[in-house]
């Protein structure tokens, strides 16, 4: 017995050894050379700017093992600053990949390296998190496989045959010119989709009443979407044939599992498969139990990964993504054989949408839930646009009950308890492990709002942009759980760095872990994880145009001193101006009885802008207009100003000179310094008063932009100096049109209207 233990002795070590050996073999470090570069692409019929990560777009898949060690070096060979954030990954605050917040960026010509451990598994996708980068090339899948010994392996789903899908959007125009046309109300888009919802179109479909309270209610027309695309791309195409994976051909009965990450910078997809049900197994890239369902709406920057069958030798079934306005897809076609088509979506229903906001909005721009307790995706208002639920689509014996019961059932907006497609929501989803977070822990409750003014596109959390808030303090440890109630219109994929958060829903215990909530208007949601890794980690809505418009939060966790960023407090000065840039928009008319145009230069609440009337001989004179002010409350209907008027015009030849109040100007030269206040009344018409240092008052009423229809616009303004002006644009495109007006100084005109 003694001689056996001396023999166990010296094997113990030898024993050690081998295990160590086999422990350092697998955590081998995964290397990857990323090489950032301008090029030139033609996905929609123009040479474009592009940027492409070693040649390609979108970027390499990343491949990794949970346990490998990440070693990713970034050459920057463009003649701007970038940057790569790895979406949903779990990794040390400094390798996080956010300019100003985890690191410097990275400048042109420099070389950077990211390195950290990989400790989860799942889909993910990394990105450029440096200014709109992301919407013309920087993105691309980020897969970490799970150990074939891993507990959590589901055999007939890990072992599936996986295909990585990023979507993405392209389009023609400059990024930062769309995100300049969103600040100005430019509805260029809308009339590229047809969703002007003009009140010629109001009248042709008897929504006349509609439209009118609509504005009356001060809401311009509504979309699900703001930008127009080209083109929609799967993995860098718009149709693709998967006939093989892993070098197999598919067959009958063959189950594909997609990886797929929407990457796009402001789309949701609704994403469908005419081979028939598709099994929802991990979001997020985390684990859910299958869940089949017909279709599902992904959000911007969300991940799901999905389970096909291939039924029947000889097709090819079509995977479609289409965006929610329906305007535009992209399609996999699974299979060897004769292609298989989806029917594609059917338009949306614009005016029956535009009801729905009436009766939803306040007249204080609140949304009134009419007591419904929204939540997790189930409730969805755009139900009422969807004909293929509430239209045709729809059972025909329940087409009539469900007219009568739309006024007073909350289920109207319930897709799946409407109609006999399955809808993917947040309460179906269901974690296979326990994902209750650790009791008597100190916790943490924060309560946001989400707010926006889509007149002038600014979003904000409790009616503030990022550069008027400081970072959250939270103490490493502590459970954070955070309630977001949507008082926008519009819905916000809210995306959380450096952790995945539970979503609270009816599975209690086995709740889903994700890192990106979509909550869609009126709804509430709560999310909470464990803040156990220190540093500053950025929580925003993933919508890039939403996020560089300040709907932004800081979690500073911990009191963490970051190599990468000395002084912090200068670092963040610089993230939140970042999403409070200055926006530009200038448009000037030539026209046969005068020159007139404004420019403007705005951010989230400051406005100056200067106006100009110059006539073509000294009777007309000419005017110059300058205000600076600053928008108050959370519609900022309310502008108060202080101007500056410069104005010529010979005395003595208008009849018109003494105004509605007796006031007279007698100097063909005024120069005048006012205060003033601007309020938009109902019906979207601005009230401008002002009262000059001379002691002269103004009063004004003005509209520009009225939908007379697709392409025609409609304005006016009338003042008490006895001054009025009615206008008629033809808009040819997104900076032309052809204009023509009466002015009261100038007479009738006829012109061209450029504007920028």
Not at 93 to 117: A, C, H, M, S
Not at 138 to 164: A, E, H, Q, W
Not at 509 to 517: A, Y
Request: some cysteine.
């Amino acid at each position: 017995m003694i001689k056996h233990k001396n023999i166990y002795k010296k094997l113990l070590p030898v024993v050690f050894l081998l295990l160590c050996g086999q422990f350092l073999f697998a955590q081998k470090t995964v290397r990857y050379e990323l090489f950032v570069k301008d090029t030139l692409v033609n996905y929609a019929g123009k040479e474009k700017r592009a940027i492409a990560v070693n040649g390609q777009i979108p970027m390499p898949t990343l491949t990794f093992t949970e346990g490998d060690t990440a070693e990713i070096v970034v050459h920057n060979l463009l003649k701007e600053n970038t940057s790569l954030h790895w979406h949903g990954v779990f990794l040390p605050n400094k390798e996080d990949g956010v300019p100003f917040l985890t690191q410097q960026p990275i400048k042109p010509g420099t070389t950077y390296t990211y390195r950290f451990p990989i400790i989860q598994h799942g889909t993910h996708w990394y990105h450029s998190h440096s200014g709109l980068q992301e919407q013309i090339g920087m993105y691309g899948n980020f897969v970490m496989k799970k150990r074939s010994n891993d507990k959590t392996f589901r055999k007939g789903i890990d072992d599936l045959p996986t295909v990585p899908i990023v979507l993405s959007e392209w389009t023609n125009l400059n990024p930062d010119n769309i995100n300049r046309m969103l600040h100005n109300a430019n509805d260029w888009s809308a009339i590229k989709k047809g969703a002007t919802q003009s009140y010629a179109e109001a009248i042709r479909e008897g929504k006349f009443s509609i439209k009118v309270k609509n504005e009356w209610k001060r809401m311009m027309a509504m979309d699900v979407s703001d930008v127009y695309y080209d083109k929609i791309l799967m993995n860098g195409n718009q149709t693709t044939d998967l006939k093989t994976v892993d070098g197999k051909p598919l067959k009958a009965g063959d189950k594909v599992r997609l990886r797929i990450a929407n990457g796009g910078a402001s789309s949701y997809f609704w994403l469908r498969y005419a081979g028939g049900k598709i099994t929802v197994v991990a979001s997020d890239g985390n684990d859910v139990e299958p869940v089949e369902v017909d279709r599902l709406i992904i959000a911007v920057s969300e991940t799901y990964d999905i389970v096909v069958t291939i039924p029947q030798d000889g097709l090819s079934y079509e995977f479609l993504a289409t965006t929610e306005d329906r305007t535009n897809s992209s399609s996999y076609f699974i299979g060897n054989g004769v292609k298989q088509l989806i029917s594609p979506l059917p338009r949306l229903k614009y005016f029956e949408g535009m009801k729905m906001m009436n009766d939803m909005m306040k007249m204080n721009g609140d949304l009134d839930d009419m007591g419904m307790k929204m939540s997790l995706n189930q409730m969805d208002m755009n139900v009422v646009m969807y004909p293929e639920i509430t239209g045709d689509g729809m059972k025909q014996e329940d087409h009539s009950k469900h007219n009568m019961n739309m006024d007073n059932d909350p289920n109207r907006y319930n897709a799946n308890a409407l109609g006999d497609i399955v809808t993917l929501n947040y309460a179906m989803l269901k974690s296979p492990s326990n994902t209750a977070l650790p009791k008597n822990v100190p916790l943490k409750e924060l309560k946001f709002t989400l707010t926006g003014n889509m007149n002038r596109y600014v979003w904000s959390m409790d009616n503030k942009v990022l550069s008027e808030t400081d970072k959250i303090p939270v103490k490493k440890g502590q459970i954070l759980r955070i309630t977001i109630y949507n008082n926008s219109m519009m819905r916000h994929p809210m995306h959380l760095h450096g952790f995945d958060f539970r979503i609270i829903n009816p599975n209690g215990e086995k709740s889903p872990l994700k890192n990106v909530m979509d909550i869609m208007p009126m709804e509430t949601n709560t999310i909470e994880f464990l803040a156990n890794e220190e540093g500053d980690w950025f929580f925003h809505c993933h919508i890039l145009y939403h996020m560089m418009s300040g709907m932004n939060r800081v979690f500073a966790i911990g009191d963490y001193n970051n190599p990468n960023l000395p002084d912090k407090a200068k670092a963040y000065k610089m993230l939140q101006r970042e999403s409070n840039m200055p926006h530009f928009m200038a448009q000037n008319d030539f026209a046969t009885n005068g020159n007139d145009g404004e420019a403007m230069l705005q951010n989230a609440r400051w406005s100056i802008g200067t106006e100009w009337r110059l006539g073509y001989n000294s009777m007309h004179g000419y005017e110059v207009e300058t205000h600076l002010g600053r928008y108050i409350g959370k519609m900022q209907w309310l502008m108060p100003f202080i101007g500056f008027d410069y104005r010529y015009r010979k005395m003595g030849i208008d009849e018109q000179e003494t105004n509605l109040f007796g006031q007279k100007n007698e100097k063909d030269t005024r120069r005048a310094v006012s205060l003033g206040f601007m309020y938009t009344l109902p019906m979207l018409v601005n009230f401008q008063a002002e009262v000059y240092h001379d002691g002269i008052v103004r009063l004004s009423l003005m509209r520009e932009d009225i939908p007379i229809s697709k392409r025609l616009r409609a304005g006016f303004m009338v003042n008490t100096d006895k001054e009025y002006m009615a206008d008629l644009k033809y808009i040819i495109n997104k900076n032309i049109g052809i204009r023509t007006h009466y002015d009261s100084d100038m007479g009738l005109g006829v012109g061209l209207s450029l504007n920028y």
